[in-house]
């Protein structure tokens, strides 16, 4: 039946597709995107959506870059300086900032070319929108106000301050290929979706995950209510599809397995990297509660219910689809006869189904600790509340096939076309009826001055700035972020680097800098990382280094490693002095000593002579080895020189080993502990620990060995 409908629709464009889709298109810029389509206002708050702007310059002057046949690297953002790969901390931005380049590149400033950027984002998404809900059969109306719903939902302009995900154009582009694929023998289809899902992830990791979700509920759906439409005998096509066909499908499949290669890549090298997954008890904080979908506090028609729910990061929680999108929900639940009519409806209905059970939580139970969470890639996400901005496709669709249903010309009267024109027109009044989350345009152009007004005249090469940070005081961070923003902006459109930073997540042993000290404390920090991940450490001079706010010091001497004197024992209680030599690896330090809290440990020190002799290395440590007498081996390399193995029992907390000569150099060293066996106290019935634990160092000595 669904293709005898297809096939009876008009597939190619009219001028009434043309006109229909401009006029809610223009609605849309007119009433929803006023204040930043007519230039007046920023869009959001001025930390994230300044992050946003300064990655999306970056990603500007590092194609200028590489267009003029210089050196450019888009990983490594110019912010935490001096860690690595810094950029893939937040989301990608390689599938969306060509759109903030071009506008820069025809000569707009940083500010309008990223309104430009914003309002492009949600155009982009309306055409997409429309394009692919006219392609799954919906007819003008229907596919008009269905893409509209889509692109100006109320979950949307609720993510106003988080301007990254405006960009969803590839979700419904995604939708339609799938569905020509399992529903036509389509193979350019198929490549078609995999480049569609890989641009989506290229320009939002949280979107095109949460896309991959939508995909298989739409698959299960088709598998269990619509099994006769699928196309079941794929192989054969290989057979019978002719030259063009394969030669199309392979270039699809090719670019969006080279777009997933550039995107992906990086993106799990900097979570293995760092480390960075988010703890369950982190993301259950965000995953989406019955009560999320009542929740909204960007419309002006609903009250904020936010007050009568105790959710944790309850802004993240408000995700209310709007009256618009529950409408057609309900009315293709209860009306068999609507089904029956738009049989495609029982496909969408499942895949929202599919989608809110997979991801609801209730009285702390949820399938999605069960099964998403554990999927690499979805174990760094931290708002699982965006799934929304997914979901509101098949109910956007949902909407347009309800207005199709009204002016279907078989059953079609006046009634049923008034019907649809007052949705029509509710919808428009919903998305519009909005509080915007907004900053005016003078407070960016402000602080932007205030910036520049700070520095010296003369910028010295490949300058490193750091801005003093006021304490952080409980309750009050946003003076705090608004610092961070500043150093990111003005690292960004300098073309120098900063070692401030904001971003979705940061280096683990950064901190903010207060003192001059915490400047040479990050220096030092980063210099470690580089050196313990095989890149080379930073040339770093003090003239290089751009201060506001601190008055005369110099960090430099403050990051240099702290000399290492043979034959002392260094201990390390809290406050004890072999803390000093710790760099990553080690957990915070308690009354006896300190943990590893990883596969890999390492200390940091220099020697003022070369030893001619070679050198013993000797610890006292504790064991947590769930093995029957304690055991822990723990492999100690020196400068990639391997000088044997510590074991440490729960009866023999001394070990030592030998370093050759030649192992430990006057200058910088670095001593790295393999730990051979780490585990969790949670893992062993102990306690609610989860630190990886592998020796509990208390005491260090390197001492000569004379023959």
């Given at each position: 039946?669904?293709?005898?409908?297809?096939?009876?629709?008009?597939?190619?464009?009219?001028?009434?597709?043309?006109?229909t889709?401009?006029?809610?298109?223009?609605?849309?810029?007119?009433?929803?995107?006023?204040?930043?389509?007519?230039g007046?206002?920023?869009?959001?708050?001025?930390?994230?959506?300044?992050?946003n702007?300064?990655?999306?310059e970056?990603?500007?002057?590092?194609?200028?870059?590489?267009?003029?046949?210089?050196?450019?690297?888009?990983?490594?953002?110019?912010?935490?300086?001096?860690?690595?790969?810094?950029?893939?901390?937040?989301d990608?931005?390689?599938?969306d900032?060509?759109?903030?380049a071009?506008?820069?590149v025809?000569?707009?400033?940083?500010?309008?070319?990223?309104?430009?950027?914003?309002?492009?984002?949600?155009?982009?998404?309306?055409?997409?929108?429309f394009?692919?809900l006219?392609?799954?059969?919906?007819?003008?109306?229907?596919a008009?106000?269905?893409a509209f719903?889509f692109?100006?939902?109320l979950?949307?302009?609720?993510?106003?301050?988080?301007?990254?995900?405006?960009?969803r154009?590839w979700?419904?582009?995604?939708?339609?290929?799938?569905?020509?694929?399992?529903t036509?023998?389509?193979?350019?289809?198929g490549?078609?979706?995999v480049?569609?899902?890989?641009?989506?992830?290229?320009?939002?990791?949280?979107?095109?995950?949460?896309?991959?979700?939508?995909?298989?509920?739409?698959?299960?759906s088709?598998?269990?209510?619509?099994?006769?439409r699928?196309?079941?005998?794929?192989?054969?096509?290989?057979d019978s599809?002719?030259?063009?066909?394969?030669?199309g499908a392979?270039?699809?499949?090719?670019?969006?397995?080279?777009?997933?290669?550039?995107?992906?890549?990086?993106?799990?090298?900097?979570q293995?990297m760092?480390g960075?997954?988010?703890?369950?008890?982190?993301?259950a904080?965000?995953?989406?509660?019955?009560?999320?979908?009542?929740?909204?506090?960007?419309s002006?028609?609903?009250?904020?219910?936010?007050?009568?729910?105790?959710?944790?990061?309850?802004?993240?929680?408000?995700?209310?689809?709007?009256?618009?999108?529950?409408?057609?929900?309900?009315?293709?639940?209860?009306?068999?006869?609507?089904?029956?009519?738009q049989?495609?409806?029982?496909l969408?209905?499942?895949?929202?189904?599919?989608?809110f059970?997979?991801t609801?939580?209730?009285?702390?139970?949820?399938?999605?600790?069960?099964?998403?969470y554990?999927?690499?890639?979805?174990?760094a996400?931290r708002?699982?509340?965006?799934?929304?901005l997914?979901?509101?496709l098949?109910?956007?669709?949902?909407?347009?096939?309800?207005?199709?249903?009204?002016?279907?010309?078989?059953?079609?009267?006046?009634?049923r076309?008034?019907?649809?024109?007052?949705?029509?027109?509710?919808?428009v009044?919903e998305?519009?009826?909005?509080?915007?989350y907004s900053?005016?345009?003078?407070?960016?152009?402000?602080?932007?001055?205030?910036?520049?007004?700070?520095?010296?005249?003369?910028?010295?090469?490949?300058?490193?700035?750091?801005?003093?940070t006021?304490?952080?005081?409980?309750?009050?961070d946003w003076?705090w972020?608004?610092?961070?923003?500043?150093?990111?902006?003005?690292?960004?459109?300098?073309?120098?680097?900063?070692?401030?930073?904001?971003?979705?997540?940061?280096?683990?042993?950064?901190?903010?800098?207060?003192?001059?000290?915490?400047?040479?404390?990050?220096?030092?920090?980063g210099?470690?990382f580089?050196?313990?991940?095989?890149?080379?450490?930073?040339?770093?001079?003090p003239?290089?280094?751009?201060?506001?706010?601190?008055?005369?010091?110099?960090?430099?001497?403050s990051?240099?490693?702290?000399?290492?004197?043979l034959?002392?024992?260094?201990?390390?209680?809290?406050?004890?002095?072999?803390?000093?030599?710790?760099?990553?690896g080690?957990?915070?330090?308690?009354?006896?000593?300190r943990?590893?809290?990883?596969?890999?440990?390492?200390?940091f020190?220099?020697?003022s002579?070369?030893?001619?002799?070679?050198?013993?290395?000797?610890?006292?440590?504790?064991?947590?080895?769930?093995?029957a007498?304690?055991?822990?081996?723990?492999t100690?390399?020196?400068?990639?020189?391997?000088c044997g193995?510590?074991?440490?029992?729960?009866?023999?907390?001394?070990?030592?080993?030998?370093?050759p000569?030649?192992?430990?150099?006057?200058?910088?060293?670095?001593?790295?502990?393999?730990?051979?066996?780490?585990?969790r106290?949670?893992?062993?019935?102990?306690?609610?620990?989860?630190?990886?634990?592998?020796?509990?160092?208390?005491?260090?000595?390197?001492?000569?060995?004379?023959?």
């Open positions: 039946m669904r293709k005898e409908l297809m096939s009876a629709r008009p597939s190619a464009w009219t001028r009434t597709d043309l006109v889709a401009a006029i809610f298109l223009g609605l849309g810029a007119a009433l929803v995107l006023r204040p930043y389509s007519t007046s206002a920023m869009p959001g708050d001025p930390v994230d959506q300044r992050f702007l300064s990655i999306l970056f990603f500007y002057r590092t194609l200028l870059e590489a267009l003029h046949g210089r050196p450019a690297n888009f990983l490594d953002a110019p912010f935490f300086y001096p860690w690595p790969r810094v950029t893939h901390f937040s990608t931005f390689w599938g900032g060509e759109i903030y071009l506008a820069r025809v000569g707009m400033s940083t500010l309008a070319s990223f309104q430009v950027w914003f309002v492009a984002g949600f155009v982009l998404t309306y055409v997409a929108a394009v692919s006219r392609g799954l059969a919906l007819y003008t109306l229907g008009a106000t269905g719903l692109t100006f939902c979950p949307m302009t609720d993510q106003f301050y988080h301007a990254q995900l405006v960009y154009l979700v419904p582009l995604a939708v339609l290929a799938l569905d020509r694929f399992l036509r023998e389509s193979l350019r289809a490549g078609a979706c480049l569609f899902v890989a641009l989506q992830l290229a320009v939002s990791i949280y979107l095109g995950l949460f896309l991959c979700l939508l995909l298989f509920s739409y698959t299960l088709l598998c269990v209510l619509a099994r006769h699928l196309a079941l005998a794929r192989w054969p096509t290989f599809a002719n030259a063009t066909e394969l030669i392979g270039f699809l499949l090719t670019a969006g397995l080279v777009v997933l290669a550039i995107v992906g890549i990086p993106y799990f090298e900097v293995s760092y960075f997954t988010r703890s369950w008890d982190e993301v904080k965000m995953v989406p509660r019955p009560g999320s979908y009542l929740l909204t506090s960007s002006k028609l609903w009250p904020d219910l936010a007050a009568r729910f105790s959710y944790p990061a309850v802004w993240e929680h408000r995700i209310f689809p709007g009256l618009s999108a529950v409408i057609p929900l309900a009315w293709f639940v209860v009306s068999k006869n609507a089904r029956t009519r049989p495609f409806a029982i969408m209905l499942a895949a929202v189904a599919i989608l059970a997979v609801i939580d209730v009285h702390g139970h949820t399938l999605y600790r069960l099964l998403i554990p999927i690499p890639a979805f174990s996400l708002a699982i509340t965006r799934i929304i997914v979901i509101m098949p109910l956007a669709i949902l909407f347009g096939m309800l207005i199709d249903d009204l002016t279907a010309s078989r059953i079609c009267h006046f009634g076309y008034l019907v649809a024109v007052a949705l029509s027109v509710f919808l009044v998305c519009s009826f909005i509080s915007q900053t005016p345009l003078s407070e960016w152009r402000a602080r932007l001055d205030e910036i520049q007004a700070s520095l010296p005249k003369q910028i010295p090469p490949h300058a490193v700035l750091a801005i003093k006021d304490p952080k005081k409980p309750g009050l003076p972020l608004l610092t961070q923003t500043d150093a990111d902006i003005a690292a960004a459109t300098l073309g120098i680097s900063t070692l401030n930073g904001y971003s979705g997540n940061r280096p683990p042993t950064w901190k903010p800098m207060t003192t001059c000290r915490d400047i040479g404390d990050n220096l030092r920090s210099r470690h580089l050196i313990e991940h095989g890149y080379p450490p930073p040339d770093i001079t003239d290089r280094v751009v201060l506001i706010g601190f008055g005369p010091c110099n960090p430099v001497e990051a240099r490693d702290p000399p290492l004197q034959g002392r024992t260094y201990h390390f209680a809290q406050d004890d002095d072999g803390n000093k030599l710790l760099a990553d080690f957990s915070y330090p308690e009354s006896w000593g943990w590893t809290e990883a596969e890999n440990a390492f200390l020190f220099t020697l002579t070369d030893p001619l002799a070679p050198l013993s290395v000797g610890i006292e440590a504790r064991s947590p080895s769930p093995a007498n304690g055991n822990q081996e723990a100690v390399v020196a400068n990639g020189h391997v193995t510590f074991v440490i029992t729960s009866s023999r907390a001394h070990a030592q080993v030998t370093c000569p030649g192992a430990l150099r006057a200058g910088e060293n670095m001593l790295r502990l393999d730990i051979t066996r780490p585990a106290p949670i893992d062993r019935g102990m306690n609610n620990d989860e630190r990886l634990l592998g020796l509990g160092l208390q005491t260090l000595i390197v001492t000569p060995i004379n023959h």
